[in-house]
C-alpha cells in the first residue's frame, strides 16, 4: 500500500470528522470565489459598457466617486471641451437606478443624448428608436423585456410618467441588456435634473494619439478647476461600489485562509492524538519519521485539495443563482478566470499545509516506546 492510499484510508475511517472538515473548507472557498467573481464582474460589465461605446475619454466631478457620479450642469463645461484639439463628440449621459414596476426590483435608467453615437452601438431587435428629444418613449434591453415582462407597445410607469415602448434593443454589455434608455432630455425631466448629467462622454477623431489623450486630461486639471478627464477602465476603478466589492473579497480571502488553516490544523490535531499508539507501531516496524511526517501533510492535502474543488464548484453555482435573482438580474456578470481557480486550488492546499505543519512534526517527535504505551 502506498502512502496516498494509506493516507486516504486514515481519512475514510472517520468519515464524519473528514467530511465537517471538507465542508468547512468548501464555504470557505465559495465565499472567496463567489465574492471576488462578482467583483471582478461588476468592475469587468461596467468596462465593457464603456467601451462598447466608443467613449475614449470621461470628463466628470472629481469627487464622483459613488456608483452613479454626481450630477453637473453640461453647459458649463461642454463648450470648452468641444474645443479641444482632436474631439470629435462630447455627449452627455444621465443614469439613475429607478424603480419601473410594483413587481419588478429596481433597473439601471440611462438617458443618452438624443442622435449621438452612443447609441450606434446597439442592436435593435424589435421594434423603432425614439423618434426625437422629446417624444415620451423609451427602449428597453432584451433582458429588461424579460424582467419587466414588457413588450412593444406597452406602457412603462417611470418617477409618476408613463412611456411607450418603442423598442426593444441588444447590447454587447449585460448591464445594458437589463437597462431602459431614454433620450437624455426625457431622462432629466423625470428626475428633475434639467441640463445636468452624470458623465460627460469624449470621442475623439482617429488622428489622435496617447499624447493627445494626455494632453486633453492636462487640459481639463489646467482650465476646468472640479473636473477630471479619466478613462473608462479608471472611473471604474474609482468606481466606489467596485472598491468596496475588492475590499469584501480580500477581507474574505484572509479569513477563509485563517479559518481554513485553524480547521486543517484542529482536525490533523485530533487524528495524531487518538492515533498515537497507531504511529508508534509504525515507527516501530521501521518507519522513518519523515515518512510519518510526509503522511500527516498528505491527509491535509487531500482534505483542503478535496475542499477546494467542492468550494470552486459551489463559489460557481451561488454566483450563477445571484446572477439570475430578480434584484440581481442585469447588474452583474461574475467572471471566472481559470488563473484565479487555479489560484484559489493552490490556495487550499496551502491552507492545507499550514494547518498540517504542527501536527505533523508532534507525529515525528513521538517516541515509539511511548507511543505504544497510549491506550
Not at 410607469?157 to 431602459?180: C, D, L, M, T, W
Request: with cysteine; charged share 15%; proline share 4%.
Amino acid at each position: 500500500m502506498n502512502l496516498f492510499n494509506f493516507a486516504l484510508g486514515n481519512l475514510y475511517r472517520r468519515p464524519a470528522r473528514t467530511s465537517l472538515t471538507v465542508s468547512a473548507i468548501s464555504l470557505g472557498i465559495a465565499a472567496v470565489v463567489a465574492l471576488t467573481s462578482i467583483a471582478w464582474g461588476f468592475e469587468a460589465s461596467w468596462q465593457k459598457a464603456n467601451d462598447a461605446r466608443g467613449t475614449d475619454l470621461i470628463v466628470t466631478r472629481i469627487a464622483s466617486e459613488n456608483t452613479m457620479p454626481s450630477p453637473f450642469v453640461a453647459s458649463k463645461v461642454q463648450p470648452t471641451l468641444a474645443g479641444f484639439p482632436h474631439v470629435q463628440e462630447v455627449v452627455g449621459l444621465l443614469s439613475e437606478m429607478l424603480s419601473v414596476s410594483n413587481d419588478a426590483p429596481p433597473v439601471f435608467v440611462f438617458g443618452w443624448a438624443y442622435g449621438s453615437y452612443l447609441w450606434d452601438h446597439l442592436k435593435l431587435v424589435d421594434g423603432r428608436w425614439p423618434g426625437n428629444d422629446a417624444e415620451a418613449s423609451v427602449v428597453i434591453g432584451s433582458l429588461a423585456a424579460e424582467m419587466l415582462h414588457k413588450k412593444i407597445g406597452d406602457q412603462l410607469e417611470i418617477e409618476g410618467r408613463s412611456f411607450q415602448v418603442s423598442g426593444i434593443y441588444e447590447s454587447p454589455a449585460v448591464v445594458e441588456n437589463g437597462a431602459v434608455l431614454m433620450t437624455l432630455t426625457q431622462a432629466q425631466q423625470i428626475t428633475d435634473k434639467p441640463g445636468k448629467v452624470n458623465i460627460l462622454n469624449i470621442k475623439l477623431d482617429g488622428r489622435a494619439s496617447e499624447a493627445d489623450v494626455e494632453d486633453f486630461k492636462a487640459r481639463v486639471r489646467a482650465t476646468m478647476p472640479g473636473y477630471i478627464a479619466i478613462t473608462s477602465g479608471e472611473l471604474v476603478q474609482k468606481n466606489a461600489v467596485v472598491r468596496i466589492s475588492k475590499a469584501m473579497s480580500n477581507a474574505t480571502i484572509l479569513i477563509a485562509g485563517l479559518v481554513g488553516a485553524l480547521v486543517v490544523f484542529n482536525t490533523m490535531l485530533m487524528s495524531i492524538n487518538e492515533r498515537t499508539r497507531e504511529i508508534g507501531i509504525l515507527l516501530a516496524l521501521g518507519w522513518q519519521r519523515r515518512t510519518i511526517v510526509k503522511l500527516v501533510f498528505s491527509e491535509s492535502t487531500i482534505l483542503t485539495l478535496v475542499g477546494g474543488i467542492a468550494g470552486i464548484v459551489l463559489g460557481i453555482a451561488i454566483t450563477w443563482g445571484l446572477e439570475h435573482v430578480e434584484l440581481m438580474r442585469g447588474k452583474i456578470d461574475a467572471v471566472f478566470s481559470i488563473p484565479f481557480l487555479f489560484g484559489v486550488l493552490g490556495l487550499s492546499v496551502v491552507l492545507g499545509i499550514c494547518g498540517g505543519i504542527y501536527p505533523a512534526l508532534k507525529a515525528a517527535r513521538l517516541l515509539p516506546s511511548n507511543a505504544l504505551r497510549q491506550e
